[in-house]
């Protein structure tokens, strides 16, 4: 995984993107200005959108965010895989996320499930909406 801006792959100084903590490279470009008070009493904006960028060979880490996550393609070929909603990642669901045949524009990953990329050979570019919107501290990295 690069690490820093100054091994930044070229699409991701063009869209001023920083390194993301499960792997890949990210840039939020909208938070929806309405809120939304969720039962727990954690207050998000109601979808936030993303820029991710997954050069070739890279991949991220297994991790689960607490809101439904929509992936959508762009450029290139995502493999998305799902490790179901238990305490850690456990067998999976492969999908491919890209406009080409045989792979899907948009996939659905529902809240609180386990998911991560695994390396291809092709850079690809997609964006991720979440709703409610995105904040770290609902965000859980898979360490182990």
């Known amino acids: 995984m690069s690490s ?3 091994e930044a792959p070229a699409t ?3 869209l001023g993107l920083e390194p993301h903590p499960e792997g890949g490279w990210y840039r939020q470009t909208w938070r929806s200005p309405v809120d939304v008070t969720l039962p727990d009493g954690r207050v998000r904006p109601t979808a936030t959108l993303i820029w991710f960028l997954l050069p ?3 991949s991220s ?3 689960r965010v607490a809101s439904d996550e929509l992936w959508l393609a762009h450029t290139g070929t995502v493999v998305l895989e799902l490790g179901g ?6 067998a999976w669901q492969r ?11 948009q996939v659905l990953v529902p809240a609180g499930r386990w998911q991560r990329t695994v390396p291809t050979d092709e850079e690809a570019l997609v964006s991720c909406m979440v709703s ?3 904040d ?5 990295l898979h360490h182990g």
């Open 95 to 105: 999908h491919h996320v890209g406009v080409g045949a045989g792979e899907s524009s």
């Open 85 to 90: 909603d238990g305490r850690a990642p456990a």
């Open 132 to 134: 409610p919107g995105f």
């Open 56 to 58: 070739a060979g890279e």
């Open 12 to 14: 991701a100084r063009r």
């Open 61 to 63: 880490a297994w991790h």
């Open 4 to 6: 820093t801006p100054s």
């Open 136 to 140: 770290f501290d609902d965000f859980t």
